[in-house]
């Protein structure tokens, strides 16, 4: 089996995770069922891509926090 599809996959989200934090296309929950689909379903992933799913989701989640704060603060502008 070739881990060509994983692995082409994985470097289009690490590329496209900056872009996410000005202007997400396709929302930001299209990409974390991206990532989360990396992730195995049975069996283990070489270490190296472990980690590297695992700093995809820390940088999304932070992305994720950034947004909703920011969606906030112009709900809050917005209701005075």
């Not at 989200?13 to 689909?37: D, H, V």
Request: glycine share 4%; hydrophobic share 40%; no cysteine.
């Amino acid at each position: 089996m070739s881990n060509y599809p994983f692995e082409s996959e994985l470097a289009h989200l690490e590329q496209i995770i900056p872009f996410l934090m000005t202007a997400p296309p396709l929302g930001l929950p299209y990409w974390r069922r991206r990532i989360l689909a990396l992730s195995p379903r049975e069996g283990r992933l070489p270490p190296d891509s472990a980690q590297r799913i695992g700093r995809l989701m820390d940088v999304f989640e932070k992305i994720e926090r950034k947004a909703s704060v920011d969606a906030a603060a112009t709900a809050t502008v917005t209701a005075r």
